[in-house]
């Protein structure tokens, strides 16, 4: 079971990763676009002032600006990111829950409950996952396409999707973890805020 | 059972899934769930619902600063910024008695006047902040408690996301509306000063003292915190200066930080694994609630709670204050099930126009700024009452170690000075207003 | 009441559009129905989610009934574009009549073939709201400008802006946070959103319109559907063209009362003469229509067929037909 436990927890790992670097090119990105949105309005500036008009006018038509459709970008690949950092956060218990009167209840009856809790959690994860695959559907046969750059809906739809069925799987396979915890009496997974310590 | 009825139940019932140790964002995810499971009569509604929600909250804009900020956070932390700047914080004041603790209050108010957010400002101090205070021997509730007040600063000090949805529903002037917001943020940051200090007097153990620290090497820490200073400047400047939007301050925070602690040697691959790791958990755990909350508002405002209560509050017929009174309590007791948004979009249209039928001696234009502003606080003081509150919870999940017990116990110092204030600006409306004479 | 049928929207209740056309609209509703229908509203996008949301909450019956811009969600009514093309509208009436004749012929089982439609529309002249004063294309270089819909941000690309596309509602935090230095919407929902405190400069055009933007009131098919045939009946004799010319005429007439708010702040209004439009504007955003019309192409729409018939229409259209109501 720790062997198991090592690789899954190495592919939640995996896949925060992937989210970590399309944040951290969400991140440049939006800088570059600040810079190219400062610069454009220098460049401007030295148009209407008649200094260096010529260069300020041949960066301003080589397209020196703002990055065309920084926001729907930003929004389209944070969707994936927090999918992606899903997975994560479930396997290593980081879901933020109330201890203050689970800590009253014989051992045994928190095992129960982190049973039932991760029955739960696992039938929710795979919900979404499954109406996000709807909603990916929907987006791809109407075709609808983002404002500025007009690519389709569907592809940050389906981009999400991968961490979603990655935290649908992660939900399953913590119901296997906790009925191993209480036929066992071994802890696998501690919770974030948990009746175990 | 009548919509009315089932939304009634949903409260007690999704009390008892958090007691019972269920992951906040799930038990708000069940309850919506459940709740129009049950209104409809099948599950066609929510599972539609489904198809986009998940999604257009985790890609909302404005909620993408959260990550990047928390990025951020690490950033200081690894580049050994966030330990200069409370070393700096401490040699001032760590001879007092809840020095450091007053230190990231008022670091909370400086982030809340550049982030819009209560629960962005909340968890990205948190990130720095946490370990610090427990370097200088504070403990874990009190740490947290402290936090999670602060956070609220970020919706109390101006700019803030309430305000402008308030001022579009009850046309009034967003300019005016954060100018009197102003000194009430300010008598929030100095009532939660007023807290620590007390706290730590009645609790002398949880919180260390130092020696005071020579003037001469008080100055000298400050030298060290430069490159952050440089950061935050950039940061706080740029959106002031409406060169760009809280989001774009996050990215250039996070850009900042993070190449000052490649500079210094901080970020290295295996530390910016960490961070990664470390982000995704605190993100996902947040959107999480988001989710939870945003799913399990839909199902309230659909079986028609908020409104139905303002309007039998309001059928009662009482004098202007105790009106008054009974709508900010409700507040209160709305706020442990509902986030700050969903709150004022379901309940001003119904509590703005009775409050400017009572007549509390003021102009028609400074009653409705006032209440604006009083909503706008009781509103964030839900956020931090136990045994249910969004800020609570995030800080406290942020460190494992402390008790959530404890976490209430400390807050309950900052939630005295919550309702302190709201009676005085309740009392002296001028309190709010004379900025805008 | 019988049947309960649920409203949503994006602008705040006392909005004009929630006021004048849709709160009329399900007052009527409710009223010829003898009070069996009753109409629950829900302004803000109460029920959750973000405005390009609406149509899909229709189509799956998240609510019964919802008013959406539909430009928010672009490459999906590809054909109600033709009223967005820049100089096109005149006179919103004639457009929403003209749009609700296409709509009846050529998108009811193409486009909107997955929900039933009530009404079709268009707003008033749509012009500009900006920090700086705009007079002709150069003025906008360089100035982020917000477009609610693709054919709009083609617009402002072309004259030299650079366009942010959001929703109304995101406009006025935007604009208070210097996110934005302008945006392009209609006099009427101007002081919804605070545009004249937020800017001090607005640009009006003589003669056609800028733009304009398309609206729907659209309703869940299988609520419609399963609604007896005396209650289908109120519904249907309440939708289509004549509504349709009542809601986008209403929603113009709207804009001198907005405006108004803008004069009262002693805010900055120019008007660019039919001349200037025709000189300096028009060159600019011409070739929109060459693209548009390729664009239509490949989706195997004739896309010049559509101008001329939209063209047609709108010169048809006379003051008699405006019957909704009355
Ligand atoms: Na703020
Ligand atoms: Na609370």
């Not at chain 3, 907005?258 to 600019?284: C, F, H, Y």
Request: with cysteine; proline share 5%; glycine share 10%.
């Amino acid at each position: 079971m720790a062997g198991l436990h090592r690789i899954v927890l190495g592919l939640a790992r995996l896949m925060a990763l992937a989210g970590g670097v399309v944040l951290t090119f969400l991140i440049v990105m939006v800088c570059l676009s600040i810079i190219g949105r400062a610069g454009n309005g220098v460049l401007h500036w030295m148009l209407d002032a008649g200094f260096m008009t010529g260069t300020a006018q041949g960066l301003i038509d080589w397209g020196f600006g703002a990055i065309r459709g920084d926001f729907e970008l930003v929004e389209a690949g944070m969707a994936f990111c927090i999918f992606a950092f899903l997975p994560y956060c479930t396997v290593t218990g980081g879901h933020a829950s109330v201890d203050v009167f689970t800590n009253f209840l014989p051992r045994g009856v928190n095992r129960v409950l982190d049973v039932l809790i991760a029955v739960l959690f696992a039938v929710v994860l795979v919900v979404i996952a499954m109406q996000l695959y709807e909603g990916f559907l929907r987006k791809m046969s109407s075709g609808q396409t983002t404002l500025l750059l007009e690519f389709p809906v569907s592809w940050a739809y389906g981009a999400s999707l991968v961490g979603a069925v990655a935290a649908a799987a992660v939900g399953c396979y913590l119901v296997m973890v906790r009925v191993y915890e209480i036929l066992t009496g071994r802890l696998i997974v501690p919770n974030a805020v948990g009746a175990d310590h | 059972m009548s919509n009315l009825e089932i939304g009634i139940w949903s409260f007690p019932a999704l009390l008892l899934l958090i007691f019972l140790r269920v992951p906040i964002g799930l038990a708000m995810f069940s309850a919506g769930f459940a709740g129009m499971w049950v209104t409809m009569g099948n599950t066609r509604l929510p599972m539609a619902q489904l198809k986009d929600l998940a999604y257009s909250q985790f890609s909302n804009y404005s909620l993408s600063i959260v990550p990047m900020f928390l990025l951020m956070g690490y950033f200081a932390t690894l580049g050994g910024m966030s330990q200069a700047l409370f070393k700096a914080a401490e040699n001032f004041l760590g001879h007092r008695k809840g020095g450091v603790a007053m230190a990231a209050i008022g670091a909370c108010a400086g982030f809340g006047a550049i982030c819009g957010s209560s629960l962005a400002t909340a968890a990205t101090m948190s990130r720095v902040s946490l370990p610090e205070l427990k370097r200088y021997g504070y403990d874990g509730g009190f740490s947290t408690a402290t936090l999670a007040a602060g956070g609220t600063l970020g919706i109390l000090i101006p700019p803030s996301v309430v305000l402008v949805i308030y001022a579009i529903l009850t046309e009034q002037n967003i300019a005016k509306l954060f100018l009197a917001a102003f000194v009430p943020g300010v008598l929030a940051a100095i009532g939660y000063m007023v807290a620590v200090s007390i706290y730590v007097r009645v609790h002398p153990a949880s919180a260390g003292v130092r020696e005071p620290v020579p003037m001469r090497e008080r100055f000298r820490a400050l030298i060290d915190v430069w490159p952050v200073l440089l950061v935050f400047l950039a940061v706080v400047g740029g959106i002031y200066g409406g060169i760009f939007t809280p989001t774009e301050g996050a990215a250039v925070g996070a850009l900042g930080t993070g190449i000052i602690a490649l500079v210094n040697g901080g970020l290295t691959w295996r530390t910016l694994l960490d961070s990664f790791s470390d982000t995704a958990r605190s993100s996902a755990m947040i959107f999480f609630i988001v989710l939870g909350a945003a799913f399990y508002n839909a199902f309230l405002a659909r079986t028609r709670v908020p409104q139905e209560l303002s309007e039998w509050v309001v059928g009662l017929g009482m004098t202007p204050i105790a009106v008054l009174a009974a709508i900010l309590v409700i507040y209160l007791i709305l706020g442990c099930f509902m986030d700050s948004l969903s709150m004022i979009l379901l309940t001003i249209p119904i509590f703005f126009p009775v409050v400017m039928a009572l007549d509390f001696g003021l102009t028609a234009e400074h009653t409705a700024i006032w209440f604006g502003i009083l909503v706008l606080i009781v509103v964030e003081v839900g956020l931090i009452t136990p045994p249910v509150g969004m800020n609570l919870f995030v800080i406290n999940a942020m460190s494992p170690e402390t008790p959530m017990v404890s976490t209430y116990r400390a807050v309950l110092y900052y939630v005295a000075s919550d309702i302190v204030r709201v009676v005085l600006l309740v009392a002296f409306p001028a309190i709010t207003l004379f900025l805008l004479a | 009441a019988e049947v309960t049928l649920t409203l949503e929207h994006f602008l705040p209740p006392q909005a004009n559009v929630p006021v004048q056309v849709l709160d009329v609209w399900a007052d009527k509703v409710e009223a010829d129905s003898g009070g069996r229908i009753e109409i629950e509203r829900y302004p803000s996008m109460q029920l959750g989610g973000a405005p390009p949301e609406l149509i899909d909450h229709v189509q799956d019956g998240i609510v019964d009934i919802g008013w959406t811009v539909v430009g928010y969600t672009p490459g999906r009514f590809p054909r109600t574009e033709v009223f967005e093309l820049p100089f096109m509208v005149k006179d919103a009436r004639a457009a929403s009549y003209a749009y609700a004749k296409i709509f009846e012929e050529q998108m009811k089982d193409a486009d909107f073939k997955d929900v039933k439609i009530v009404g079709t529309w268009v707003h008033g002249p749509g012009m500009f709201h900006t920090n700086k004063p705009v007079m002709q294309p150069g003025d906008l270089q360089g100035m982020k400008i917000r477009g609610g819909s693709r054919l709009v941000n083609d617009l402002l690309t072309r004259v030299g802006a650079e366009p942010i596309g959001m929703p109304v509602p995101a406009v006025s935090e935007a604009l208070s946070k210097g996110v934005l230095d302008g945006t392009t919407i209609p006099w009427e929902v101007t002081p919804a959103v605070k545009v004249p405190e937020l800017v001090r400069n607005h640009t009006e055009f003589e003669g056609p319109a800028l733009y304009t933007l398309t609206f729907v009131l659209a309703m869940n098919k299988d609520r419609y559907e399963s609604l007896p045939d005396d209650l289908k009946r109120v519904i249907d004799d309440n939708s289509g063209v004549p509504f349709s010319i009542f809601a986008g005429g209403t929603q113009a007439d709207a804009d001198g009362p907005a405006r108004q708010v803008a004069v009262d702040l002693g805010n900055d209004i120019k008007t660019v003469s039919q001349a200037d439009a025709e000189a300096q504007w028009m060159p600019v955003v011409q070739p929109i229509y060459e693209s548009w019309i390729a664009d239509m192409n490949a989706k195997g729409i004739d896309g010049q067929a559509l101008i001329d018939e939209a063209k047609q229409l709108m010169s048809e259209y006379t003051p008699d037909m405006d019957t909704w109501g009355k």
